[in-house]
Every structure is written in C-alpha cells, then in structure tokens.
C-alpha cells in the first residue's frame, strides 16, 4: 500500500485534528466501562481495527515524521476512548519518538504542540489526569515557539478543553484567556469559529454559562464571513457545539439544521471535497448527539461511513477512519 505525500491546508488541517476529531470528553468512561464499549456492535471498533492494520504500512513509509506522527497520535486517542489502554501507551510513546526524530522543521499545525495535546487528551480518556496534565505542560513548552495565529488558537481552546476535565477551572482558565487572546486576531472564518468552538465548550463544563454565552456570541457574528456551502457546513456544526454548550439549545437546533442543509447543497454542486465532507459529518453527528438527537446522530454516522468508502487515498482514509471511530463512539457511549 503506498502512501503520498499529502497536503492539506494548516487551517482546516488543525480544525480536523483537534476541533473535528477532538470529540467531548465530558463522559469518560471508567475501566470497565471502556471495555464494555470496546466490545459493543457498530462501526466504530471495525473502523478502529481497519485503521490499525492500515497504520503497519503508514509507519513504515516514506511520509514526513510529522505527518507519521500525527497519524500515530490520533490513534493512541482513539484507542484509549475504546479502553485499549495497552495500545494506547504504546501508541503514545511511539508518536513522541517520531515528532522528535532530528529533521526539517514540522509545519505550525503539525509541530510537537499538536502531537503532545492529542496525547494529553488520550491520558485523560485513560483516566490518568496526572499523565494528561504533563503532556499538556509539554505541549505549552512547545507552543512557546509558535506564532501562527491559527496553531496557537486552536491549540490553547483544546488544551483549555482538556485541562477543564483534568485540573478544573485553575487550570484551564488561564489557556481560555490566552485562547481567545489569540482567537481574537485572527479574521473572521473557519479558524476563528473552529477555536470559538472549543473555547465555548470548555466553558460548558466549567459551568461557566455566561462566558459560553458570550463566546458564542462572537463566533454567531463571524459566520457572516462565511459563504461556501461546505465552509457553513463545518461552521454550522461548531456553532451548533457551542450553542449546546451554552445550553442554548433553541440556537443548537438551529444551527444543525443549517449544517445539514447547507452540507446538503455542497454535495450537489461537488464544491466539497471528500476528506471535508467526512470532517462535517463527524462535526455534525457529535452536534445532533448534543441536542440530544440519537437517531438522527446515528443516521449521520452512517451517512459518514458510506462517503468514507468513497475515498480511495490511504493516509486520507486512515484519518477518516478515526473520525468514524470517534463520532461513533461518543454517539454509542450514552446509550441506554
């Protein structure tokens, strides 16, 4: 199986891996928990499966160390939510080798900041809080190099987001205050409403309502700027995860119904390319589960696996893989 050389755009690159594939962690599952699910019907552990047979040959191939290690993290992840633990470490351990290996310099988005935030999200969903705190404090380290606008955004919302479960309001206000810092110079767009998002989520679960309010207040004004069906699409969703996390739920409906139809309407023309539509249905079926929408959440994820078949470039189904993994799993854990 070869793998290419991939490109993406740093932007929509850091949306996917930590505003996409970032699902909540508010529900982490204990020990036995984890095992139940890891044992449950539905796509998520085939789509797990497949992925790790997949990453034998993405390893071992001629892609950049930080494209590799991306892939390796983002597995560890999602390993640790189905309560493979054992693989998880592994995984993790394998994935901080690679982003240290000597060469050229990763790009902002995919830097060691990046890898050592998956990876402190990876220990929490292991419920090794003290594990997730030092891989948060190693991800700062690295984030004291960075000045892309984008990366440092989007870095400090998902670290606040993590470190809200970990350590609790003294731990993730200050990363919340230096996200919107950074969000706040960056123009109205999809980098700007993807890290409004995550910021507005951390607030959620902080019980910080009134900030959540607010946040979503400012990413409801920067969806002005946004006029491609597929951008509304991806928009929509993460203003629906906001508003939800605001406990707006008025506003969540009907931000999802907007991400549907406008999704809608992109794949009509062909305007979306593949690997974002997987990213939007993952964004949209995680909104419909936080309204409270199982169904409809389930039909997405489906609706996800079918387009998914469609991509036929690995490193592009390796990742859309994870994204059926991890939407499946945070739609499935709940059930009743």
Do not use: C
């Amino acid at each position: 199986m070869g793998f290419g050389v991939v490109r993406k755009a740093g932007g929509l690159l850091l949306a996917g891996v930590l505003g996409i594939a970032g699902v909540g962690i508010s529900g982490i599952a204990a020990p036995a928990q984890a095992q139940a699910v890891r044992g449950a019907s539905g796509d998520g552990p085939e789509a797990v499966k497949t992925a790790s047979t997949m990453l034998l040959d993405l390893k071992g191939s001629s892609l950049p160390r930080w494209w590799r290690a991306l892939a390796v993290a983002r597995l560890a992840r999602t390993q640790a939510r189905y309560g493979d633990e054992e693989s998880a470490r592994v995984l993790a351990r394998d994935a901080v080798l690679l982003i240290n290996e000597p060469g050229p310099a990763a790009p902002p988005a995919l830097g060691a900041a990046t890898i050592f935030a998956i990876l402190s999200q990876a220990y929490l969903d292991m419920r090794d809080p003290q594990s997730s705190v030092q891989l948060a404090n190693e991800a700062l380290k690295a984030m004291q190099t960075v000045t892309d606008g984008p990366t440092r955004a989007n870095t400090f919302s998902y670290l606040g987001l993590i470190m809200a479960d970990a350590s609790g309001v003294d731990g993730a206000r200050p990363l919340l205050l230096q996200a919107l810092r950074d969000t706040s110079t960056l123009p109205a767009g999809r980098e700007q409403i993807a890290a409004l998002a995550l910021i507005a989520q951390a607030q959620g679960k902080l019980n910080d309502k009134a900030s959540a309010a607010d946040t979503l207040s400012a990413l409801t004004s920067a969806l002005a700027a946004i006029s491609k069906p597929g951008d509304i699409a991806l928009a929509r969703a993460h203003a629906a995860r906001a508003a939800a996390a605001a406990q707006d739920m008025n506003a969540a409906r009907n931000h999802v119904r907007e991400a549907i139809a406008a999704y809608d309407r992109s794949t009509q023309n062909n305007e979306m390319p593949m690997t974002e539509r997987v990213a939007a249905l993952g964004l949209i079926a995680l909104a419909e589960n936080e309204i409270g929408d199982k169904s409809t959440a389930r039909q997405i994820v489906r609706t996800l696996k079918q387009t998914l078949a469609t991509i036929t470039e690995p490193y592009d189904k390796f990742q859309g893989l994870l994204t059926l993994a991890d939407a499946g799993f945070e739609v499935e854990q709940q059930k009743r």
